[in-house]
């Protein structure tokens, strides 16, 4: 087999200096506009001054009543503590740690961004960007939390908020999205797949927080898979009128008096929700 497969006249021309280079596999070039925005974006994430996202049938929460419109925007730490009454904590269950704790995360202080989650004046939560490799057109979502008032619907408010997010995200020519969380946080990592993020792995040993281990788990959303499939899943899931400037008419043009307030079922449970299962709604 050795012979016949070449593999001993290979050996024998690696001897003698005179086997053929091994040639690298030929990939496809990038498209020029992907190549031009990896060469010219800057070292950190940017932001509009304001998202605004509305919802048809909007989200009943407890605290607020019923929530038909969030704005994304940036915030400073300090405004995060605040809105906390002078308790910071970030996280969707206990224990809550301080937010302060970002600043000691590893390699996140030069690229982080905040962006805050308002609902009217209000800060209810954020979503923290870092991790940025803009030449390789690729960045991180990490942190994302609610304030406890908004607990009984955090996962549809999450939802809702990450879509601009995503959006925004893939309109500045990113390839590639990262969701990271701790590896034992069910939540996140059920958040992250109903968002359409395909688990890649388990870090190990990749934090130290709170004089403990962390082990974090690792999804990524491509923008040919938000393109192509998980865009037009979640605003159809979600109800989405319009997340400026983009105006979503197949949402808009139904009776709205006709439906019930969007509120996620047992049907609409995470580990239902795969992006091969939405492929039929194309």
Known sequence: LLIAGGSIQRLKEELNGSAPPISEPTRPRLLDDLLDASTKKKEKPTWSSSIEIILK???????????????????????????????????????????????????????????GIYDEDNLIGSISLYNHRPQHLAISIHFLWLHPAYLDQHRTLALVASFPILEHLFQQKYRRIEFLCDASDTYRRKLAHSLGFQPEGILRKHMILNERNRDSA??????????????????????????????????????SSSSPQLQLTKEDDDDEITVASVNNLK
Not at 67 to 90: F, H, M, N, Y
Not at 229 to 240: E, G, M, T, Y
Request: with cysteine; charged share 20%.
């Open 57 to 115: 049938y909007g989200v009943e929460t407890a605290s607020r009543g019923l929530i038909k419109r969030l704005v994304l925007k940036t915030c400073s730490l300090e405004e995060a503590q605040k809105s906390w009454d002078g308790k910071p904590r970030w996280g969707l269950h206990d224990p809550y740690q301080p937010i302060t704790v970002w600043h000691e995360l590893p390699n996140t202080q030069d690229a982080l961004l905040l962006i």
């Open 218 to 255: 690792l999804a990524s959303l491509l923008n040919s898979e938000w393109v192509t499939v998980q865009r037009d899943f979640l605003v159809k899931r979600l109800h989405i009128l319009s997340c400026n400037p983009v105006v979503f008419p197949s949402s808009s043009s139904s009776n």
